[in-house]
């Protein structure tokens, strides 16, 4: 069994930072690409930020040059370091994970139940 875990969400002004963490636990054989989505109120879950195994990171037009992705693989963890926030990044934000699982040995996609950011004055 595999679990995704967010922290660091929160209310915060216009132009200020956060920093989202989301470690995985469980049966882990292996993970590859790890990322961010988010959804907003009324809106589809979209793409923020996700780092391969190997490879460069990949970031949506709207936070390229605001947002950091960053992994640590030796805690199996992912964050997301997001600078000078705007009211319209106010989400629910959510980790994935492509992770094969000691027993199975197959990659499956997983994610967490998500973390509000709210940026607001």
């Known amino acids: 069994q595999v679990q995704l875990v967010e922290s660091g969400g929160g209310l915060v002004q216009p132009g200020g930072s956060l920093r989202l963490s989301c470690a995985a636990s469980g049966n882990i054989f292996s993970i590859s690409a790890m990322g961010w989505y988010r959804q907003a109120p009324g809106k589809e879950r979209e793409l923020v930020a996700v780092?391969?195994?190997?490879?460069?990171?990949n970031y949506a037009d709207s936070v390229k040059g605001r947002f950091t992705i960053s992994r640590e693989n030796a805690k199996n963890t992912v964050y997301l370091q997001m600078n000078s926030l705007k009211p319209e990044d106010t989400a629910v934000y959510y980790c994935?994970?492509?992770?094969?699982?000691?027993?199975?040995?197959?990659?499956?996609?997983?994610w967490g139940k998500g973390t509000l950011v709210t940026v607001s004055s």
């Open positions: 780092v391969p195994s190997g490879g460069r990171t």
């Open positions: 994935n994970a492509n992770i094969a699982t000691i027993l199975s040995h197959s990659t499956m996609s997983y």
